[in-house]
């Protein structure tokens, strides 16, 4: 092996150096500026055995996670919104998480002229998350009433196609506490296909023992919004997304979905991991119903 003198030495390693710092820069880059504008339509269809065949093909998407002032901005919601419209929803879920911390009063008029524009057949509903109750969950509900969307906080809304029945539901937020699902379990028909909004994805665990509900949709995770290449593992994922970070799983006879939100917390970067828009079609007569996801 031929001898390497000190100077070329220091010459490869200032080199290398340069390249290192060139690629992390570049990474950085990518990570801020590129993936988390790249947003992803993720079509998800689910055969849910209580669905009534009235029901066959309905259209549901979901956004969540938006925290605006974290990177989202007035001109990108209302682009996330025209996304969401272009995919002809029967209806449309929000899992929470509108904004992020401090003071968020410059922040409504913006939440409210994009999500005033989402179209939906059957209307918007919407729960809160951990972060808005953080912040200011008055003024939440608030914006959410004047953007024309359903607080479906620990209640229920039942969709009528003749006398077909499909159920929304919706829990406020588990890390707080205050999540009733006592109280949504009261208001639910015995009858019908049930679909609850529950912000953090770990709550399946609770929902799915109730054995009332076919699908929970959430979001909380973003997926981790750094995951390691190859690996397909997230760096960190907060409280109460642990087991169901990502996708889609089997929770005893219910399906578990998690979004990975349209928005970022700080740092406002997502590599490996984009922002998405899940459009759900709900099948009649579950037959060959796709296997859980293994993240």
């Not at 912040?135 to 009528?160: C, E, F, K, W, Y």
């Not at 973003?222 to 290449?229: A, C, E, F, K, M």
Request: aromatic share 6%.
């Amino acid at each position: 092996m031929p001898i390497i003198s000190r100077r070329r030495f220091l010459k490869i390693s200032a080199v290398s150096a340069f390249g290192t710092v060139i690629a992390g820069v570049g990474g950085f880059a990518y990570a801020h500026d590129v993936e988390p504008e790249n947003l992803e339509i993720v079509p998800v269809e689910l055969h849910l055995p209580r669905l009534d065949p009235a029901f066959d093909g309905y259209r549901l998407a979901q956004i969540s996670d938006i925290h605006m002032g974290t990177g989202i901005t007035t001109e990108r919601l209302l682009h996330i919104a025209e996304m969401v419209n272009a995919q002809n929803p029967d209806v449309i879920a929000l899992t929470g998480d509108y904004v992020t911390n401090g003071d968020i009063s410059y922040l409504l008029p913006g939440l409210k002229e994009g999500l005033s524009k989402l179209q939906a057949r059957d209307g918007a509903f919407a729960i809160l998350g951990n972060h808005d109750h953080w912040t200011d969950p008055t003024a939440i509900r608030i914006m959410l009433g004047q953007s024309g969307l359903v607080d479906m906080s620990n209640t229920i809304h039942t969709i009528r196609r003749g006398n077909a029945m499909l159920h929304l539901a919706g829990v406020d937020d588990y890390w707080e506490g205050l999540d009733r699902l006592d109280s949504v379990l009261a208001q639910l028909p015995a009858e019908g296909c049930a679909i609850l909004l529950a912000h953090e994805p770990d709550f399946a665990d609770i929902s799915a023992e109730t054995g009332r509900f076919d699908l929970q949709i959430s979001g909380h995770s973003h997926g981790g919004q750094v995951r390691l290449p190859i690996l397909n593992r997230a760096i960190h994922v907060p409280r109460y997304s642990v087991k169901y970070p990502m996708g889609q799983y089997q929770v005893g006879s219910m399906i578990q979905y998690t979004n990975r939100g349209v928005g970022t917390i700080a740092p406002a970067v997502r590599f490996n991991c984009r922002p998405e828009i899940t459009v759900f079609t709900l099948r009649a007569a579950a037959t060959g119903q796709a296997a859980p996801k293994v993240t």
